[in-house]
């Protein structure tokens, strides 16, 4: 079993910066680490950043969110790991666990309700499926095509639909970058700025993008 979530508590003072031992407790992180023991829970690699909490204006931050496991689910799922993922504009982070261990295999190809939606979708897949030359028996040409025009759809998912998303990605690249830099050291004041700026514009294309999907679900 797992135990996961914000504990409110650190395990060692280097997992807090701009916060004085005075405003945390001492006494919190023994009690803390006393709960760990006690539970024989393991404490397992972090990849990532360093802290899952950050304070508003940039100030204070630590690492509050963790999963602890058992020695059990350790031995069944050795390779678990947890990550760190960026915060965008919240104040925490999510964090999220793998097993480095296991191989899934490939992502399933899925067709998104948005194509639909769109007017030329059906003309531009018609022509696709009649251009592509495969020669064969019936079983092998239809899964041939099949590859092909996955592979043809693929490329214009993202010219059609992932510009939004592409620069919501880009956006996040950049908080998350000036979040690393502001694990090592505080910020400038023309970085706050910036980092002021890339957070209302990630709302803004959030919002863009959200209103655009919603809209796109009522269309009849």
Known sequence: WCIVGDFNSVRFSQERQGISSAEYGVSNTREFNE???DMGLDDIPVVGRKFTWYRPNGTAR?????????DEWLTIWAGSTQYILPRNISDHCPILMKNTNLDWGPKPFKSLDCWFEDKNFLDFGKKIWNELNVHGTGAFVVK???????DKLKRWNKEHFGDIQKQLNRVEGLLNELDKKQDL????DEERRNKKELQERFCDLAKRNESLLRQKSRIK
């Open 62 to 70: 630590s690492k509050l969110d963790r999963f602890l496991l058992s």
């Open 144 to 150: 041939e095509k099949l590859k092909g025009l996955k």
């Open 35 to 37: 709960f760990i023991c």
């Open 185 to 188: 050291k505080d910020l400038e």
